[in-house]
């Protein structure tokens, strides 16, 4: 059994470090303007300017099957979904706002055939929740608001009162999770400190401003057992690295116990669909970016942003498929893994991943070697090896190299196991040794 111990969680985290593997999904009318799901912040798009986006939002190209199918052969075992992000539109019928998707031309919950399209592929269904909210007439304008310029932005936020507000996200989250059935995840974004170089009144927001402890016990008292983020600024299941690579298994700040994290990731460099933006990842650097992140002890929730039409265009949906190709006949190494326990060292430009109950250690080749691999300290402990993809045996030797090696032995065998690797990478954009230990 994995020897490493995480900080006790409230939620019911079993499922989700098992799984390893979700999507991301930011979808509003920031689709619209396809220039980032920020670009209200970015622009300070007027009211009524932004209120084109509304009126001509029209998803008619919506096929959540189509994104479940796509998902679920990526390897994705969970999604979460932007129910409501910073520009404050929600993507569900909620009884507390005609800011929503049902007022659109989509006249539709597509919340509700998010939920039921992910469930009908097998995936456990999350909502993430933004906090903040430009559009409500009681969010007071701050250092981020895209009002934080207009002359009279003073003004404006006199009479704005955020009790009132924050008695709006408790109702809007008990909808979210009254009216769809088990929810696995609530994933709320995100408090923020103070700008010092913003005035006072513009201050960042925190637990207090969103009332945080009761919207989470209300959370709690309708889901038993949801997983819920660390960003409504009180510590909750889930730690959530972003836009970084960790390099070491989170801990928590104060005790130093490891504890359960999940990075979010992005496959360009917007969350929202962005027409223009190039930065999209290569094919290796996606494959990484999951092993490393579980090789660590972590979850990945690597996002897409459907387009206002409603599909996820070609470079999404060939990032996925980069997924599907790999994990179709790697996913073993990723599924019920976690961090290698810290008697056996990665060889370099490998990293290691190890099941959970102790039985299989992982070996993932970033560089491919000239026909042989030493891995120090496995001597003894290796029944069975062999390539992950393809199921073939790999020979190996321990602690002497089998060839014409001769008198040039290296001294640093002792206690290496060397396995001989065929001289041409297997076509799979990281080779994975299966190791079946003693
Ligand atoms: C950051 C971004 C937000 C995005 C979130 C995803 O908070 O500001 O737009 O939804 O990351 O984790």
Not at 143 to 148: D, E, L, M
Not at 237 to 266: I, M, N, S, Y
Not at 405 to 432: H, Y
Request: one cysteine or more; hydrophobic letters at 35%.
């Amino acid at each position: 059994m994995s020897s490493y111990v995480t900080r006790k969680t409230p939620g019911d985290v079993s499922w989700f470090t098992h799984d390893r593997f979700g999507m991301f999904i930011h979808w509003g009318l920031y689709a619209m303007p396809a220039r980032h799901e920020w670009i209200k912040n970015i622009e300070c798009i007027p009211e009524d300017h932004y209120q084109l986006y509304f009126d001509h939002f029209n998803p008619d190209l919506y096929d959540p099957r189509e994104w479940a199918r796509q998902a679920k052969a990526a390897g994705m075992k969970y999604a979460v979904f932007t129910t409501k992000h910073h520009e404050g539109f929600c993507m569900f019928d909620s009884q507390y706002t005609d800011y929503k998707c049902t007022n659109t031309l989509a006249g539709r919950d597509l919340v509700r055939e998010y939920v039921d399209a992910f469930r009908a592929e097998g995936l456990k269904v999350g909502f993430y929740y933004s906090l903040i909210d430009w559009h409500h007439p009681h969010f007071t304008i701050d250092q981020i608001h895209p009002r934080r310029w207009d002359k009279d932005a003073f003004e404006q936020n006199q009479g704005r009162d955020m009790h009132i507000y924050a008695e709006y996200m408790r109702n809007q989250v008990r909808e979210l999770l009254t009216n769809y059935g088990k929810i696995d995840i609530l994933w709320f974004d995100f408090s923020y400190k103070k700008n010092p170089e913003y005035p006072e009144w513009m201050k960042g927001k925190g637990k207090d401003d969103w009332e945080s402890e009761e919207l989470i016990a209300l959370a709690r008292s309708l889901q038993p057992g949801i997983i819920i983020d660390n960003r409504a600024d009180l510590e909750q299941d889930l730690w959530t690295p972003e836009q970084f690579q960790p390099t070491e298994w989170v801990r928590h700040k104060e005790t130093g116990e490891l504890v359960t994290w999940e990075a979010c990731q992005t496959f360009s460099g917007s969350w929202g669909y962005h027409r223009d933006e190039a930065t999209w990842k290569s094919p290796e650097m996606l494959i990484r970016m999951l092993i490393n992140t579980v090789s660590l002890g972590g979850n990945l929730l690597m996002n897409v942003g459907p387009t206002s039409r409603g599909y996820l265009d070609y470079r999404a949906e060939a990032a996925l498929k980069v997924y599907a190709d790999w994990m179709k006949y790697n996913s073993r190494s990723i599924y019920g893994c976690t961090m290698a326990e810290p008697e056996f060292t990665a060889p370099d430009d490998c990293r290691l991943t190890q099941s959970e109950d102790g039985k299989r250690l992982y070996i993932h080749l970033y560089a491919y070697p000239f026909r042989h691999l030493k891995v120090k300290a496995l001597a003894g402990k290796v029944r069975y090896a062999q390539f992950l993809h393809d199921g073939s045996e790999l020979k190996y030797t321990e602690n002497t190299m089998s060839h014409q090696a001769g008198d040039s032995q290296p001294a640093d065998n002792d206690g290496m196991v060397i396995f001989e690797l065929p001289p041409v990478k297997p076509n799979t954009l990281v080779p994975v040794i299966e190791v079946f230990l003693k």
